[in-house]
């Protein structure tokens, strides 16, 4: 199984709800990733996660809020969004990189579509 | 801070004719992965480089890693309506950081 799996694929939020988006990977990767993507636009590192602990906060709102809950689990907390947080939010796994800078091959999942109204 | 440009940002061409964009990096990288996003879809895995001048090649896709790892090509010969999509490099940042370059979108005509 070489599948990263994201649910929902799409969302619709108002900026008062609270929502969570999840991936699921079956690789045995010990890393797993957030990545937002606007539209014509690269994918933008949010957080890594190694051992299912949370080793990258690329600077994010806290109004975006991760977790691993085990080594296939991974979850991203919405609460209080704003239109501007609207896109495309892809999960990723990987192996872990056995050197530093280096990295590994990332396997992405088809993403959540997001709209904040 | 490091910076990674691609060029071209866009383009378009007929099918059967060659493309090739290009990745340049203002320091030396440690190594460097190419992926690429079919409209609509997400990023796909296509190779990694890590030699200084090191040359690969996938069918009709030939990548290269510069001999001052400061840059990196993809090149298509003759291609296809299916190779439509956005092509991206990426570096690492640090550890287990992957940092993805601006992207070149490639448009195919019959």
């Known amino acids: 199984d070489t599948e990263v799996t994201q649910t929902p694929k799409h969302l619709v939020m108002g900026m008062t709800n609270k929502k969570s988006l999840k991936c699921e990977q079956h690789?045995?990767?010990?890393?797993m990733y957030w990545y937002k993507q606007k539209a014509k636009k690269p994918p933008e590192l949010m957080f890594v996660y190694s051992y299912e602990k949370l080793s990258i906060n690329e600077s994010v709102p806290s109004r975006f809020s991760p977790e691993c809950p085990n080594s296939s689990l991974l979850n991203l907390h919405l609460h209080a969004l704003q239109p501007e947080d609207s896109a495309l939010y892809l999960c990723?796994?990987?192996?872990?990189?056995?050197?530093?800078?280096?990295?590994?091959?990332?396997?992405f999942g088809s993403g959540t579509q997001l709209s904040v109204l | 801070g490091q910076q990674v440009m691609q060029i071209p940002q866009y383009q378009h061409v007929q099918e059967g004719e060659d493309f090739t964009t290009y990745c340049n990096s203002s320091t030396t990288l440690s190594n460097i992965q190419w992926y690429k996003q079919r409209p609509g879809g997400h990023p796909v895995f296509l190779i990694q480089l890590v030699k200084s001048g090191e040359v690969k090649k996938q069918k009709r896709l030939t990548f290269q890693f510069g001999e001052a790892k400061k840059n990196s090509s993809l090149h298509i010969t003759a291609t296809q309506t299916t190779d439509v999509g956005t092509y991206f490099c990426a570096y690492s940042g640090s550890f287990q950081k992957l940092v993805f370059g601006t992207g070149t979108r490639l448009l195919v005509s019959p």
């Open positions: 990723a796994s990987s192996q872990l990189a056995l050197r530093t800078a280096t990295n590994e091959k990332l396997f």
């Open positions: 690789m045995g990767h010990r890393a």
